[in-house]
């Protein structure tokens, strides 16, 4: 499979096994199962809603712009940091009532993405809730781009928490 973020975010021949923590106070982190630190993961704050994945420098590496736009919600990942640089993919929301995405959420904390609809799972993420903090263990397929699975890990956990927040309705 061909890498869409990069080459050097591929695991060429084994499972990747990684750790999302989400931090309270800070930057979200990516490590190794080692603690080797992959990727920083900048959330959304009161003045700014996109996520922004960097490098352990803090270089970007991808953003996620999300819009609301005619009543459709949509999550757009660019490279780097700017809608000038190639668009890698678009998330929709079809409606208020419908939402389309080929990610399988189960039992709520765990989420899978595999190729295509029904094809073979390429990637997994468990929660693990530690008192303020969350950590997600993430396994990754050999040859899978593990920042882009990331990121669409992400996009889920946005709409997870803007489901969880919204005023309670029928419709969501």
């Known amino acids: ?13 084994e499972q990747l096994q990684l750790v999302y923590e989400r931090n309270t ?11 080797r630190l992959l990727l920083k993961v900048k959330r959304p704050t009161f003045s700014a809603t996109d996520v922004l994945i ?20 949509n999550w757009k990942v660019f490279r780097e940091q700017s809608r000038d640089t190639p668009l890698l993919c678009t998330v929709r929301k079809s409606s208020r009532i419908q939402f389309s995405l080929s990610l399988d959420e ?5 989420i899978e993405v595999s190729r295509g609809r029904g094809g073979a799972v390429v990637a997994r993420a468990e929660a693990i809730s530690l008192l303020s ?6 396994s990754v397929a050999p040859g899978i781009d593990y920042v882009f699975v990331l990121s669409l890990i992400l ?3 946005e709409k997870e928490e803007a489901r969880q927040t919204a ?3 029928n419709l969501r």
């Open 1 to 13: 499979m061909a890498a869409v973020v990069g080459d050097q975010f591929r695991s060429a021949q």
């Open 25 to 35: 106070w800070s930057s979200d982190t990516v490590t190794d199962l080692n603690g």
């Open 54 to 73: 960097t490098d352990p420098s803090s270089r970007p590496i991808v953003v996620i712009y999300h819009e609301l736009k005619n009543f459709r919600t």
């Open 106 to 110: 189960v039992l709520g904390s765990s």
């Open 133 to 138: 903090n969350t950590r997600y263990q993430i």
């Open 155 to 157: 996009i889920v956990k």
């Open 167 to 169: 005023p309670s309705s």
